[in-house]
């Protein structure tokens, strides 16, 4: 009864009651601190490999008879997270005051999930290739109490999965154009008229992803939607003009 796509680093499913193409994998608990706490948890991966201390904690949800089994695979696995937005839209005004003009433009996207694919190759740690100084918070001790698992190369245990260590909040307010003219209506040196304008582009973000930029697109898919695989971020920009009147 569900339909499940693997693309690269991320896996999405079709299935009744969910969004179209939600994200589906595992639920990401944080780290096992200690081999006492890895122990009573008593959990293998799909390789039958049992998880220790310094390793990702994936919840349990059920297995072949609908309950917890101990063992973490395709079982587990659940919707966590779409890219269709529960909001979006924009905000035009304009105010005047005698020659002066000044035109806003915000935009905005709320309830939509995000997979920050270029943070998972960034933190994964599962080769010799250079990463993010977020790693440096990665477990190392006894007792370290993190959110980042330990550096393993090969990654055998699964530590980088597909989870919801990598899904992120896609929500984000913009203030994608604010422009400032002021306008000569009469004449102006040997033109009828003259406006004179400041303009700035994509001026303000608010945003809790860790991206580039929230506002991406890797292609017109839908089941590419909210995968952001490093695109260039959209620039600020700022324009100073004139317009004549002939």
Same mark, same amino acid.
Do not use: C
């Given at each position: ?15 009744? +009651? ?11 608990? +944080? ?111 006894? +007792? ?103």
């Amino acid at each position: 009864d569900k339909l499940v796509t693997s693309i690269q680093g991320a896996e999405v499913v079709n299935m009744p +009651g969910e969004p179209a193409n939600s994200f589906y994998g595992y639920i990401f608990d +944080g780290v096992y601190s200690t081999a006492e706490e890895a122990s009573t948890a008593n959990l293998r991966n799909d390789k039958l490999i049992l998880y220790s201390m310094g390793d990702a904690k994936y919840r349990d949800i059920s297995g072949p008879n609908g309950n917890p089994d101990g063992i973490i695979n395709n079982y587990d696995k659940t919707v966590i997270g779409s890219s269709n937005p529960e909001q979006f839209g924009g905000l035009s005004n304009t105010f005047t005051y005698k020659r002066w003009s000044l035109n806003t433009f915000v935009q905005f996207v709320g309830g939509n999930e995000v997979f920050n694919y270029v943070r998972s190759q960034n933190e994964s740690m599962k080769g010799i290739g250079n990463q993010s100084t977020r790693v440096l918070d990665r477990w190392q001790y006894e +007792g370290q109490v993190t959110d980042v698992p330990r550096a393993l190369y090969g990654d055998l245990i699964g530590n980088s999965d597909f989870s919801t260590r990598w899904i992120e909040d896609g929500s984000y307010l913009r203030l994608k154009n604010v422009s400032l003219s002021y306008t000569i209506p009469g004449e102006f040196l040997a033109f009828k008229n003259a406006q004179f304008y400041l303009s700035a582009t994509n001026l303000l973000t608010v945003s809790k992803y860790l991206g580039y930029d929230p506002e991406f697109a890797f292609s017109s898919d839908h089941v590419t939607q909210g995968i952001d695989y490093g695109l260039t971020p959209q620039s600020r920009q700022f324009v100073i003009g004139v317009k004549l009147g002939l």
